[in-house]
T-cell receptor, first 114, second 114 residues
Framework: GAGVSQTPSNKVTEKGKYVELRCDPI?????LYWYRQSLGQGPEFLIY????????DSGLPNDRFFAVRPEGSVSTLKIQRTERGDSAVYLC????????????FGDGTRLSIL | GDSVTQMEGPVTLSEEAFLTINCTYT??????LFWYVQYPGEGLQLLLK?????DKGSNKGFEATYRKETTSFHLEKGSVQVSDSAVYFC?????????????FGQGTRLTINP
C-alpha cells in the first residue's frame, strides 16, 4: 500500500522567506510525527500529533516553526523567516495509535536556505 | 533527558565478516528500543525492535538483545553482505513516560566491500 508521502522532495529558498512542507500519512494512522535531520546526525524530534491536536510540541526550536493537522490526516510544517541554520532534511512519520507500533517514515524534504 | 549513544563510524568490513554496532541508552523510564536503517537513496526503515528486557529483536539476519542491566541494544549480524551497506540508527521511545517520540543516536555508516 501507499507509504508516507512528503512534498516537495527538495526545496531551495532564500533566507528570510516562508516555507511550507507537506506530509500525507499512511491511511488510518492517527499519530503523526515531524523530525529534523541535519547532515551526519540522527533525526531530532520536532512535534507529535494524535489526531488533529499537537500532543507534544516540545521539540520545536523556536516560534518560527509551527505545524498543523486540521483534519487529522495531512499535516503541514511551516517555517517563517527562514535562516541558514534551518537547512536540513525534514522527516515525517506516522503510526497507528496502539502502543509499541513502529513509526513509518517518508523520504523527507531536503530544505536548503541560501 | 533520554539519550542514545552509538558506536562512531564509519565502519568498513569485507563481505561475510561479523558485524557489531554498539548502542547504549539512558532513559528515565522503561523504553522500547529500535534499530532503523537508511539504505542509499531511500527513507528510514524499521529493522527490528524490542519492547522489554531480555527481548531479542531479529530481521534479515540482524539481531539485537535488550539488556537492561547494561542499558545496551547492540546490533549484530553473523555474515554481512554488500547489500547491507547503509546507515544504521539506534533509537528509543519511552512510552512509560507518556512520550511517543523517538530519540535517535547519531547513526553509523556501514560499508561492505566485496
Amino acid at each position: 500500500g501507499a507509504g508516507v508521502s512528503q512534498t516537495p522532495s527538495n526545496k531551495v529558498t532564500e533566507k528570510g522567506k516562508y516555507v511550507e512542507l507537506r506530509c500525507d500519512p499512511i491511511s488510518g494512522h492517527t499519530a503523526l510525527y515531524w523530525y529534523r535531520q541535519s547532515l551526519g546526525q540522527g533525526p531530532e524530534f520536532l512535534i507529535y500529533f494524535q489526531g488533529t491536536g499537537a500532543a507534544d510540541d516540545s521539540g520545536l526550536p523556536n516560534d518560527r516553526f509551527f505545524a498543523v493537522r486540521p483534519e487529522g490526516s495531512v499535516s503541514t510544517l511551516k517555517i517563517q523567516r527562514t535562516e541558514r541554520g534551518d537547512s536540513a532534511v525534514y522527516l515525517c512519520a506516522s503510526s497507528p495509535k496502539r502502543r509499541h507500533q513502529p513509526q513509518h517514515f517518508g523520504d523527507g524534504t531536503r530544505l536548503s536556505i541560501l | 533527558g533520554d539519550s542514545v549513544t552509538q558506536m562512531e563510524g564509519p565502519v568498513t568490513l569485507s563481505e561475510e565478516a561479523f558485524l557489531t554496532i554498539n548502542c547504549t541508552y539512558t532513559a528515565t523510564g522503561y523504553p522500547s528500543l529500535f534499530w532503523y536503517v537508511q539504505y542509499p537513496g531511500e527513507g528510514l526503515q524499521l529493522l527490528l525492535k524490542a519492547t522489554k528486557a531480555d527481548d531479542k529483536g531479529s530481521n534479515k539476519g540482524f539481531e539485537a538483545t535488550y539488556r537492561k542491566e547494561t542499558t545496551s541494544f547492540h546490533l549484530e549480524k553473523g555474515s554481512v553482505q554488500v547489500s547491507d551497506s547503509a546507515v544504521y540508527f539506534c533509537a528509543l521511545s519511552d512510552l512509560s513516560q507518556g512520550a511517543q517520540k523517538l530519540v535517535f543516536g547519531q547513526g553509523t555508516r556501514l560499508t561492505i566491500n566485496p
